[in-house]
Nanobody, 127 residues
């Protein structure tokens, strides 16, 4: 069983930055593909970014965040990060960290690819 705990959300003005962190329990963090999803009210939960297992040599970004967000991982700290720059009001959502134990064809965009989920952290971007 893996527990994921997000932190770093909050209220920020448009154009600002936030860095989300997701701390994972367990000894096998480096074996997991990690993803960040977000869900706005009335909308589906969509993949924002993903990073491959171990070295994280493969990354994926949704078109809406490409060139603004950066996903990274620190396996020594059992932590995955999402650096969010140039934030826009449309980025407002609950952001969820997720871990996929079993590898899938890249990119793992479907939520059912993921086995463990954090509780979510609210990101609100004001205009």
């Amino acid at each position: 069983q893996v527990q994921l705990v997000e932190s770093g959300g909050g209220l920020v003005q448009a154009g600002g930055s936030l860095r989300l962190s997701c701390a994972a329990s367990g000894r096998t963090f480096s074996l997991y593909t990690m993803g960040w999803f977000r869900q706005a009210p009335g909308k589906e939960r969509d993949l924002v970014a993903a990073i491959s297992r171990r070295s994280g040599d493969m990354t994926y970004y949704a078109d809406s965040v490409k060139d603004r967000f950066t996903i990274s991982r620190d396996n020594a700290k059992n932590t995955v990060y999402l650096q969010m720059n140039s934030l826009k009001p449309e980025d407002t959502a609950v952001y969820y960290c997720a871990a996929a134990v079993v590898g899938r064809p890249w990119p793992p965009v479907r939520s059912d690819n993921y086995d463990y989920w954090g509780q979510g952290t609210q990101v609100t971007v004001s205009s």
